[in-house]
């Protein structure tokens, strides 16, 4: 018995959306991440003892894209986003962090998008 094929992403440009130096909604310039984000992504990719090539590699994101995230040229798509995540191995926290800055609409749209794999947030626990 053979095994499955693997799920295959396609990538496809989005047509329902303007876009202007890859920003969805026609803004010039699309926010880049926050500095403690961007710190963050680049402490991790440190970590792991990764370069640039290597982070892309291995996420699949290019790694041109990387620096600009580290440098705060841009903000991540969504896509991105849960890569850089799943790539990074990073904690349900810092990848929901990272989820909160993506930027919807931004960049290539990919179907079929894969599920967040994180799951919701565990609670707070209460103030002490």
Do not use: K
């Amino acid at each position: 018995m053979t095994s499955p094929r693997p799920l295959r992403l396609w990538r496809t440009a989005r047509t329902d959306a303007p876009m202007a130096n890859g920003c969805a909604d026609g803004q010039e310039r699309c926010p880049p991440l926050p500095p403690e984000l961007a710190a963050m992504l680049a402490a991790r990719r440190r970590e792991l003892g990764w370069s640039y090539r290597e982070a892309g590699r291995r996420t699949g994101v290019a790694f041109g894209y990387i620096h600009d995230l580290e440098h705060r040229r841009r903000g991540p798509s969504v896509v991105v986003a849960r890569e850089l995540a799943i790539g990074y191995g990073l904690s349900v926290r810092e990848a929901d962090w990272l989820e909160s800055a993506s930027v919807i609409g931004h960049g290539r749209d990919w179907r079929p998008v894969l599920p967040w794999p994180f799951g919701p947030l565990p609670p707070l626990p209460p103030p002490a």
